[in-house]
């Protein structure tokens, strides 16, 4: 489990030794997320340790019935990441911080988290209520927090897999820019006419098409991927041909869609933050509509041999460091 707290600071905790950051997240025009809504922020994923890692950034997060809101992080693995099988669990130890400018220090927390297939994102750290965070002169300066991250201890069970050495090295910087205004929403439909003829046991690859002058295409597992086999699992992904400067993403808000042909209730997901796609990569869902729902006739998502799927995307914001080749799971 995650370190958790029932009294927040007024301000994050100076580390009791430097951090060595293994990630090194800038986000310029921050107070462009809270007009958006507030919603938290993926980063694009970084290689740490043998997986593929990536940090969550919660601008303003409110537990239950609380009225302040909190600048909060946590870390999450993508379930792809190298070796990780759907029996594993992988245990981290590491630390969430934010820059002082003033006096060029890390200050945050220490947590422990056990990461495995249905829970993929580490428990939420909490660092400093918003409000202190945006009249502070030294976490945000001219409109940037940077934020890090440090891995110190990994561990797989069962014990059987080989252990993970944490080496050393230099870190992984990225910069995420967010756009002000001029959003612009795009939308994609896919019909799948002979969708019960497909071969159900494997992915089943859109042709691609293009939306904000890049490609993509929606991956779908008919009878779900390895981490699931009583859903349909769908995944939007960026085409490996896309020809993205390298080390460059989209900051974007996403939804996926199954239609309903009958009743004009479609069955929607909406990524529960801002994600960054950087490379060849995909975000879905593994879990994202029970078979038994999806085949029910009288629902109307599979009418004789025919699926409809969409796609709603808005990019936000643009990113460039870090790495590619990767995967997202939401939950």
Known sequence: ??????????????????????????????????????????????????????????????????????????????????????????????????????????????????????????????????????????????DCCVFG????????????????VVQKKAPTVQNLFIQKNGFITRTCTLTMSNFLELNLEHCVPSSPFEIEGHKWYFAVYPRGDQYSTSFLSLYLCMDASDKLPPKSGKLVELSLSIVDQKHGKHYTKKSPAFIVFAGECRWGWSNFIPLSIFRDTSCGYLVRSCCIIKAEMTVIGSSNGGENLADGLMN
């Open 149 to 164: 991250v440090e891995i110190l201890k990994v561990d797989v069970f069962p014990r059987e897999k080989k252990p993970v």
């Open 1 to 142: 489990m995650g370190n958790s707290f029932t009294t927040r600071a007024s301000s994050p905790a100076l580390l009791g030794k430097p951090l060595d950051p293994c990630f090194k997240w800038t986000i310029h025009n921050f107070t462009a997320v809270l007009e958006r809504g507030a919603m938290p922020i993926n980063s694009a994923p970084f290689h740490f340790a043998g997986h593929k890692w990536f940090m969550c950034v919660s601008p303003s997060h409110r537990e239950s019935f609380a009225v302040t809101p909190y600048v909060a992080l946590s870390l999450g693995l993508s379930i792809r990441s190298l070796d990780f099988e759907p029996d594993y669990t992988v245990v981290a130890e590491f630390v969430l911080a934010i820059y002082n400018y003033s006096n060029g220090l890390y200050y945050g927390c220490e947590a422990r988290y056990s990461f495995y297939v249905n829970n993929t994102n580490s428990t939420i750290e909490y660092l400093m209520p918003l409000k202190a965070l945006l009249k502070s002169p030294d976490f945000v300066v001219n």
